[in-house]
């Protein structure tokens, strides 16, 4: 089928891609000029699994086009899918925007039946106002249809997901339009949910808030289990025994963060109020999250009293491993708590990107673990990336200040922990030491 992606972010580059990889034509439509003579040279714009040899590949066979011409994407296409920016604003209220001026946009080259899906998360009643706005820009009614397709990646883990996701989720009013779509994804060989405009919208709202539901309870009975010496870990994974509750998204820490969880939460519970409805977990949800990714700095407040002139390295900054990300990292408010109460950071992350130095530029940024942690007088892990599992601890104790450890992750090893005599440890829910 000819396809074309508008926009080549996190979700609209793997969804050409993928596309193109399943025997597409794909053109991919980017207005940012830097981003697409990367692509157009095989250079990765995201760090993602198998992103790099997928990208080249499509180049080579030529399956996905990278250009900035609209007008030759949206004529040569029966399938046109909208992937553009949807951020949430300063009142929980979804900013759709971006999507208003591509539909501007695309309206004057639809020349003919297209099917105009929207990839972005947007809220209900988005594909409603997309065939108002489409109408009123006279498109004629005969020639498009919309649906809602959203997506359901993980960052890292997103080309994968796109092959062998649980579900497709597709959601209109046109029985033509749904059987265009069905036939896009007959080959995946994925579970599809056909449905009505207003469900598939609902659907990704509703799948992440679960998610970010399952991690801020397991996050409030592991604050729990400290008061009460239970073990988190020993408890999520009884739970997880039981199918009905599932062992995923059970992992105590610092929170959620990342581009989906954070802003699909509170956009869902400004949309339960927009209908007059009140979504009381879900609100919760928030709160709690919000909480926990400050829990270290309210730990070493309680520890020292007074944390003002002490040096804290932070180790990890990202949301989670194995991605450059730091949207919505619990790393960000960390730090950000630390310095309003006038504490020293040293930060390391194996991916550290430009981008935190811009936000914080006045914090030391460190090439290893131990460079990080010498003369500290409490580390923080923030994110479990799998070189922090292997510290060494009896160094860690020699070069420290004080051996001060919040492991926000829950991945050191209690009894390594006792045998380096490090002077106190605190965990999410596995108990704390103090020497
Ligand atoms: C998520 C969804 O999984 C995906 O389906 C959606 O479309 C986009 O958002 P992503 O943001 O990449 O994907 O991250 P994910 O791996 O789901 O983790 C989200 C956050 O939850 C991370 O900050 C992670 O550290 C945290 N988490 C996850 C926990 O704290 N505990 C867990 O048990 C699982």
Redesign the pocket.
Known sequence: MNICVIGAGYVGLITALCFGKKGNTVICVEKNLDKLSMLNNGVPTIFEEGLDELLKESLNTDSVKFTDNLEMGIKSSDIIFIAVGTPTKDNWDVDIGQVEVVINLISPYINKYKVVVTKSTVPVGTQKYITSKLLENNVPKEYFDVVSNP??????KAIYDFFHGDKIVLGSESQKALEVMRKLYEPFKIKMVLTNPETAELIKYT??AM?SVK?SFINEIANLCNKACADIDVIAYALGLDKRISP????A?L???????PKDTKALVKMSENYNCNLNIVKATVDVNEKQRVLPVDILLEHYKIIEGKTVGILGLT??PDTDDIREAPSLYIIEKLLKNKVNIKAYDPMVTKEIKNIFPDITYCDGVYECLEDCDAMIICTEWNEFYSIDLCKVNEIMRESIIIDGRNILDIEKIKEANIKAYYSVGKGNIKN
């Not at 997506?151 to 890292?156: D, I, K, N, Q, S």
């Not at 995923?248 to 992992?251: P, R, S, Y």
């Not at 929170?255 to 969880?261: I, L, T």
Request: proline share 0%; net charge positive.
């Open positions: 997506e359901f990646l993980r960052e890292g799948s992440n998610l991690i995923l998204f059970l992992k820490g929170g959620y963060g990342g581009s989906c969880f949301f989670k």
